[in-house]
């Protein structure tokens, strides 16, 4: 069975930064798009950052400019680096995998910006 498994969520205060990161257990990790999606209370699931198979990358809007996601395919490792980070970016963050027919998801990361 496909794992994708998350770290490094926790409480920050406004204007700190943190590091998420996600391990895929699948065979050829370099094959798969990857992204991060966060889910607050009562919100939709909201897609922040996509990362293409040729390194190519896009950002929702509300993130631009403060989150950045890369990937390390020998480690078949997708990361969000996140700075100046607000109150109203607190929510569940989830990574996800995509290569045709397969689609993974994390099991999600409880991030909390608060002072």
């Known amino acids: 069975q496909v794992q994708l498994v998350e770290s490094g969520g926790g409480l920050v205060q406004p204007g700190g930064s943190l590091r998420l990161s996600c391990a895929a257990s699948?065979?050829?990790?370099?094959?798969?798009?990857t992204g991060w999606y966060r889910q607050a209370p009562g919100n939709q699931r909201e897609l922040l950052a996509t990362?293409?198979?040729?390194?190519?990358?896009n950002y929702a809007d509300s993130v631009k400019g403060r989150f950045t996601i890369s990937r390390d395919n020998a480690k078949k490792t997708v990361y969000l680096q996140m700075n100046n980070l607000k109150p109203e970016d607190t929510a569940v963050y989830y990574c996800?995998?995509?290569?045709?027919?397969?689609?993974?998801w994390g099991q999600g990361t409880q991030v909390t910006v608060s002072s």
């Open positions: 996800n995998i995509r290569l045709s027919t397969y689609d993974y």
């Open positions: 699948v065979p050829i990790f370099s094959l798969y798009v």
């Open positions: 990362t293409s198979t040729g390194g190519s990358t």
